[in-house]
């Protein structure tokens, strides 16, 4: 169906919508990739990336997505043959530790199932199980989009600390970054993965590796690393085209450019503050649907969920059925579930998943949520009510 009146609202976990100063940036010549403008701005872009990862060591970028910079970072820590821990807590963590294992690294996965964060207790014993101290690094996923969990990554770099552990700390903030807070330095995680399309309002096509001083350490210990992933160069270049190991991703590059202008104004702690306001805001709406329904969250304590994504469950097939509503009748794309059920099956129509990161502001997610609530009403599907009156108390307490 072609709509041609009224703007759509893509609300899934990424890609994330683009400010139209973003769209506006990349709408232009191609520009000089040897002397100039291109070349000024690109070198501004590192420190403020710096700054929303909050890390004083080193920003790379990638042209790439998320899988990019998860085999990116890979690359640089671990050889073919050597070991890696990874708790996952949902479909992300399983996928970085594929990409691990088709480089040939081997993996010890620690399955915390689909709606619980990561036991520090379990990841501590498979830690001290390591006599020899031969794991190099744990990947560990800050925010798991599939399930919205948020693992705690002070408490791992404490459990590596109280063990005495050198693995490197690896933390997975391609949904997190830019919409729940995250500190990098202070945090002590020693590698950082993201991605442009999610919290940082930019096209699908930059990878973002960040790493400390001991990822450094680990990386110049390596007997070979890819050429094209290697980090080195690429933070350190001394030629413009090292920063991308080729071409550089012109028109991303400016569009990124404005972004990081927008994240600059607000300000960390106000971008942090304001997906706080709008994720409470969805999820008291989910709270009183949740009374007269089926709808549930995935992850029950709010403590330990994202301010990215929130994940839902309803009696299958409603989810599915909210969905194409809300997408044909009032243009808005709600995400589907991922890795709760198998793709096609009569389960995976219990699933689906909101979407709130980057460029958002209350009148957009009190349009999702009027239009999901209108999605219940047209499809009899039972519900509590009160929802949208308490999604707006929540935006007027500010
Ligand atoms: C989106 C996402 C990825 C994958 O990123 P792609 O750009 O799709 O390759 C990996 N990890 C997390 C936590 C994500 O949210």
Known sequence: MTRTHGREYLAIPGPSVMPEAVLRAMHRAAPNIYAGELVEMTHSLIPDLKKVARTKHN???????????????????????????VPATGRFGHGWADQARGLGIETEVIDFGKSSPVDMNRVADALKADKEKKLKAVLFTHVDTSSS?????????????DLNHPALLMADCIASLGCDRFEMDEWGADVMVAASQKGLMTPPGLGFVFFNDRAAEVRSKMACVSRYWDWVPRSNPTQYFMYSGGTAPTHHLY???VALDMMME??????????????????????????????????TDPAL??????????????????????????????????????PGTPESHGFFRLGH????????????????????????????????????RVIAAG
């Open 59 to 85: 920003a790379t970028f990638y042209i790439g997505n998320g899988h990019a910079a998860w085999e990116a970072a890979l690359s640089n820590v671990a050889a073919a043959g050597e070991r890696v821990l």
């Open 149 to 161: 969990v948020k693992n705690d990554v002070k408490a791992m770099r404490q459990v590596l600390d």
């Open 255 to 257: 569009g990124l450019r």
């Open 266 to 299: 607000e300000g960390m702690e106000n971008i942090w503050a304001r997906h706080d306001r709008l994720s409470r805001a969805i999820w008291a709406a989910v709270e009183q649907w949740g009374q007269g329904g089926s709808l549930r969250f995935n992850i």
């Open 305 to 342: 969920r994202s301010r990215a994504v929130t994940a839902l469950r309803m009696d299958a097939p409603d989810a599915t059925r909210l969905r194409e509503w809300t997408e044909g009748e009032a243009g808005v794309t709600l995400g589907i579930g991922l890795g709760m059920a198998e």
């Open 357 to 392: 990161m980057g460029h958002l502001n209350p009148q957009m997610v009190m349009g999702m949520l009027g239009s999901i609530e209108a999605a219940f009403n047209a499809l009899d599907i039972p519900h509590g009510s009160g929802a949208l009156s308490a999604a707006t």
